[in-house]
């Protein structure tokens, strides 16, 4: 069993590397971003609440994100986790840990994704998803083959998220280097840190990512 964290300012990579984790390992990716943007889709009381904080950039309240993974968390999955945008506060971290300890699991790697500001700020604003698969695109670097058809399922509802602009990109960096970049000393500190350059390719940083896993 394998649980690791993917950690990283946005744009880092962090859901590319865990969709393909899933993947090659039948790990179960664990996002709270996605959880938060299904529970705004689906228009709950919840999904409500959180909808303008994330439009703005703003991380969502730490009870919200930790009850989020504790659900999930109960679902047994003998393969292992990859939490891709979780924990995001030292209280979220002290929460996994807690939880962790709680269902007898424990936490094998922390892996920063390190990717320069520009880079995030080119990365972030030409992305767009598939609604249907995940697939994720970018304007210049992977456009779709055909104009406004997903390459991988064939679906034509391609989207951008609302918080993907300039705005509140810059807000959503603050925020990291604010509230999320302390976990990287926290982590090291527990010895559990590995670094990997987020701004190889794709294959490249799931290699890195494999050599690290492999020797945890
Ligand atoms: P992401 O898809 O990981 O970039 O997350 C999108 C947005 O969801 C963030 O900008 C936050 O508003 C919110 N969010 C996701 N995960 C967390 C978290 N662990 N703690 C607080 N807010 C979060």
């Known amino acids: 069993m394998t649980n690791l964290i993917l950690l990283g ?17 039948g790990l179960t990716q664990l996002s709270t971003g996605d959880m938060l943007r299904e529970a705004r889709a689906s228009g709950s009381a919840m999904g409500r ?21 504790e659900e999930r968390l109960a679902a047994p999955n003998g393969k292992g986790f990859i939490f891709d945008g979780f924990p995001r506060t030292l209280a979220q971290a002290d929460a996994l840990g807690a939880l962790l300890d709680r269902l007898g699991l ?19 604003s030409g992305r767009f998803s598939c609604g249907t698969c995940g697939e994720v695109y970018h304007d210049r670097t992977r456009p779709t083959r055909r104009p406004g058809v997903c390459d991988v399922c064939g679906s034509t509802d391609l989207r951008r998220r609302p918080d993907d602009n300039p705005e509140a990109l810059r807000n959503r960096l603050l925020e990291y280097y604010k509230k999320t970049s302390p976990l990287i000393g926290y982590y090291h500190a527990k010895g559990k840190l590995a670094s990997v350059d987020g701004l190889a390719g794709i294959e490249e940083v799931a290699a890195a990512i494999a050599r690290i896993l492999d020797r945890a």
Request: charged fraction near 35%; glycine fraction near 8%.
């Open 9 to 25: 300012p946005p744009g880092a990579g962090k859901g590319t590397q865990a969709r393909l984790l899933a993947e090659t390992r």
């Open 106 to 124: 424990t936490l094998d790697a922390v892996i920063e994704m390190r990717v320069e500001d520009e880079a995030l700020v080119r990365r972030i």
């Open 49 to 69: 609440k959180v909808a303008e904080v994330m439009d703005r950039g703003d991380l969502v309240t730490d009870d919200i994100v930790i009850g989020l993974i």
